[in-house]
T-cell receptor
Framework: DSGVTQTPKHLITATGQRVTLRCSPR?????VYWYQQSLDQGLQFLIQ???????AKGNILERFSAQQFPDLHSELNLSSLELGDSALYFC??????????????FGPGTRLTVL | AQTVTQSQPEMSVQEAETVTLSCTYD???????LFWYKQPPSRQMILVIR??????QNATENRFSVNFQKAAKSFSLKISDSQLGDAAMYFC?????????????FGTGTLLAVQP
């Protein structure tokens, strides 16, 4: 158990819908990262937050958005869902020592299926 | 942009034997970190080993060790005394030590099968 929690574990929804994925980082970690794992694209970085502020963006679609709350949990919002959004979405967290050998610890992932 | 390449989609090893998984990367940076993550059938991403580019000594974690060749931009993982529980997808990952982002750039993975 990495200490990172993600809910829900599985999500099945229809095209055009909107869903919210939730992540709680390890105690003391300030950074949260979101990754998408799909058969087509492999493991891709989506977005990073540090202590409530957006730090970096990767290949995140405009239909997707995220935020990190004062209690440091993070939510990834996916809207106008398409079949191609079906994937495993990981959240990871790392300690507050930016620039050092901070390791990212991954949650168990949320499997999203869009029908 | 940095890239990570894993040229072996699948590998197989006999239990108790040794196997080496290959990884190459491309970067113009001199300071960075390299990782191997394991993803078993449960889909959990588990850190196996980490290497700092400024360290010449190869990292070792129990039965897992790396061969880090900075000039060749190569970062292979050696698993000794393979166990059934080592069967998983293994991902090589790169992280820059420069800038504000610590995002990981992953390779496409190598699926390791362990034969009893």
């Amino acid at each position: 158990d990495s200490g990172v929690t993600q809910t829900p574990k599985h999500l099945i929804t229809a095209t055009g819908q909107r869903v919210t994925l939730r992540c709680s980082p390890r105690s003391g970690d300030l950074s949260v990262y979101w990754y998408q794992q799909s058969l087509d694209q492999g493991l891709q970085f989506l977005i990073q937050y540090y202590n409530g502020e957006e730090r970096a963006k990767g290949n995140i679609l405009e239909r997707f958005s995220a935020q990190q709350f004062p209690d440091l949990h993070s939510e990834l919002n996916l809207s106008s869902l398409e079949l191609g959004d079906s994937a495993l979405y990981f959240c990871a967290s790392s300690p507050p020592t930016l620039g050092s050998t901070d390791t990212q610890y991954f949650g168990p992932g949320t499997r999203l299926t869009v029908l | 942009a940095q890239t990570v390449t894993q040229s072996q989609p699948e590998m197989s090893v006999q239990e108790a034997e040794t196997v080496t998984l290959s990884c190459t990367y491309d970067t113009s940076e001199s300071d960075y970190y390299l990782f191997w993550y394991k993803q078993p059938p449960s889909r959990q991403m588990i850190l196996v080993i980490r290497q700092e580019a400024y360290k010449q000594q190869n990292a070792t974690e129990n039965r897992f060790s790396v061969n880090f060749q900075k000039a060749a931009k190569s970062f292979s993982l050696k698993i000794s005394d393979s166990q059934l529980g080592d069967a998983a997808m293994y991902f090589c990952a790169y992280r820059s030590a420069v800038g504000a982002t610590n995002k990981l750039i992953f390779g496409t993975g190598t699926l390791l099968a362990v034969q009893p």
